[in-house]
């Protein structure tokens, strides 16, 4: 940036890239890039959490909100701009899924390249995401200003990705997970390290997460695994 930018204000020094070059790269000695977590939270203490708020019937529309936006979070490991995209005119129900596709552009958006997430039955109904959220909608159908599928559960509009990061970072902090620690982007690496440690393929993951190769998963959240089961089947199975 500093080479191609600086000499179009008559900066000369920046033809001079030696010194540059070399302080660089002693900030990048002194201070090399880490991963922001070293350890993660277990899927497991989640669950559980998640698993004790039913029936569904029973719930307040904010546990009902919490539970379907993060059982989602688990199931498909999205980021929180793609939650806060989820569209119902862009739904699509099968027997086994749920399927969105995308109109908005989102961070690995690509021109021609059409982008989904899909949300798998399981057999546990009462951690299904797809059971879950096909109830969700439901719920507030009579009530939604706002074609998204998560609302706020005063108003009813609509939601932006901020207030979707702070309703996960809830309910790990009711779930007894150290929110001082972490936040909201954490669900991607405790889900994905959780699916192939239980025996999900990297290709999955890696298709699932939307990375483009394993290179980050490897460097910061590989475990040692074998089999091949579909994603939401390895992150939820005991």
Request: proline letters at 3%; glycine letters at 2%; hydrophobic letters at 40%.
């Amino acid at each position: 940036m500093l080479f191609q930018t600086l000499p179009f204000f008559g900066n000369s020094w920046c033809k001079d890239t030696t010194l540059v070059a070399r302080f660089m790269k002693s900030v990048f000695r002194h201070k090399p890039p880490r991963p922001k977590y070293v350890m993660t939270w277990d899927v497991s203490v989640v669950l559980r959490y998640l698993q004790s708020l039913v029936p569904l019937s029973k719930l307040s529309l904010k546990l009902l909100t919490f539970k379907t936006l993060a059982l989602i979070a688990l199931a498909t490991a999205p980021r929180a701009q793609t939650l806060c995209a989820l569209d119902l005119n862009n739904m699509f129900v099968q027997q086994q899924a749920v399927v969105f596709t995308f109109t908005d552009i989102l961070k690995t958006s690509k021109a021609g390249q059409c982008c989904s997430l899909k949300v798998e039955h399981y057999s546990n109904e009462k951690i299904c995401a797809m059971h879950t959220l096909l109830y969700y909608i439901q719920k507030t159908s009579s009530l939604r200003f706002s074609d998204k599928v998560f609302v706020s559960y005063v108003t009813f509009h609509s939601v932006t990705t901020s207030t979707l990061a702070r309703w996960l970072k809830t309910v790990l902090e009711l779930s007894g997970i150290d929110t001082s620690v972490y936040k909201a982007h954490s669900y991607r690496g405790a889900s994905t390290s959780a699916a192939y440690s239980r025996g999900c393929s990297m290709n999955t993951i890696i298709s699932q997460a939307d990375w483009k190769s394993d290179k980050n998963f490897k460097k910061f959240y590989c475990r040692h695994s074998e089999g091949d089961l579909s994603y939401s089947s390895a992150v939820f199975g005991q």
